[in-house]
């Protein structure tokens, strides 16, 4: 991914859902803390459908990060 993907967005470390940098709380999981290190990113289409959904325990579609420090 290149660095300027990156930039675009910070991960929830608790749930790690990619939200925009102006975004102070986390629309998936209700979380005030972000991290702007992370690695990978696994978009969700259909939660319901997906097994990856299920294995990372992503309940909404979204952008998701794969590692987040």
């Known amino acids: 991914m290149s660095k300027r993907a990156k930039l675009q967005y910070k991960a929830c470390t608790k749930c790690k859902l990619l939200v925009e940098p102006e975004v102070e709380v986390c629309p998936n999981c209700g979380s005030r803390n972000f991290s ?34």
């Not at 978009?43 to 590692?67: C, N, Q, R, V, W």
């Open 36 to 69: 702007t290190d992370w690695e990978g990113m696994i978009i969700i289409i259909d939660p319901e459908k997906s097994e990856i959904a299920k294995l990372i325990g992503a309940s909404k579609s979204g952008k998701y990060a794969i590692k987040v420090r």
